[in-house]
């Protein structure tokens, strides 16, 4: 059904592409992912403290990770001797794309349209991770006529790219989108779950100016219906306003965690 060919003119020398090597009509089963199966579970902090270590493995970590959770990302086993153990890799980015995820199966790639043979096979990064991806910025080489240019693994929060792609999204951007209906936070932040008590914590991924609205809530403002810890009033490095939005009350490097004081706050 498929074929895996040389790709250098259009994305580099060394790049390699897969083609429908048959017609495929819409909905067809195209690949089983195998990654799932044999891949070790990493955070963040650990894949980078391994960067940090082993910068010979920095690419093949970035290229070879995808999302799991929120700041856990799953890796091959084989990541020492920068082995992949499953070619659903070579599937490339399209802005326009025309696979996606099996709703019923996320380790399943099916067709989101009928497919001409010599196409390209693609699917959207954008269906696997958010902002905390280790290839956020990645430039864009798919040459569709609404590229975005470069990759920022925002477009999950687009109710319009929801509408049309959320059937073919991971598990776990299906569970991001339906999050942000009661737990908004800026594109400049991540969340981290992988902290010893398992409780998860909200954090700037980059700069953040004083006066910035960072998250919102939009239920009862309570460290028990976001992702936003509490803290003596002191140590606070974020507040609250009318509108119930968190705003930064100093410059936030990365990494920073972002906290609140809410006595008396309870909305």
């Known amino acids: 059904m498929v074929q895996l060919i040389d790709a250098g003119e259009k994305y580099g020398e060394g790049n390699q592409m897969l083609i429908a090597a048959e017609p495929i009509a819409a909905g ?3 690949w089983w992912c195998t990654c799932g199966d044999d891949d070790y579970m990493m955070s963040r902090d650990e894949i980078l403290h391994l960067i940090e270590t082993q910068p010979h493995l920095k690419n093949f970590l970035c290229w070879y990770s995808y999302m799991a959770e929120d700041d856990m990302y799953m890796i091959p086993r084989t990541f020492d001797t920068q082995k992949n153990n499953d070619e659903c890799i070579l599937f ?4 326009e794309p025309n696979c996606g995820f099996d709703s019923g199966d996320g380790n399943t790639i099916v067709a ?3 497919i001409a043979v010599g196409e ?5 990064y954008h ?3 958010t902002e905390a991806s280790l290839i956020r910025g990645l430039e864009c080489k798919c040459q569709a006529p609404t590229c975005v240019g470069h990759i920022t693994f925002d477009r999950y929060r687009d109710e319009e790219f929801q509408k049309r792609y959320y059937q073919y999204m991971s598990p776990y951007l299906q569970s991001r989108v339906r999050e942000l209906t009661t737990k908004w936070y800026s594109t400049k932040c991540f969340t981290r779950s992988a902290t010893p008590n398992k409780t998860k914590s909200l954090h700037a991924l980059e700069w953040i100016q004083a006066g910035e609205v960072v998250a919102k809530f939009s239920g009862s403002v309570s460290a028990e219906n976001h992702f936003i810890r509490a803290v003596n009033e002191d140590e606070a490095t974020c507040a609250i306003d009318e509108h119930k939005q968190v705003i930064a009350l100093c410059d936030l490097t990365p990494e920073t965690e972002i906290t609140l004081y809410y006595h008396g706050k309870l909305l």
Do not use: A
């Open 28 to 30: 067809e089963k195209i």
């Open 92 to 95: 490339n980015h399209s802005c």
């Open 112 to 114: 989101i349209r009928p």
């Open 120 to 124: 390209e096979l693609t699917y959207d």
């Open 127 to 129: 269906f696997l991770e």
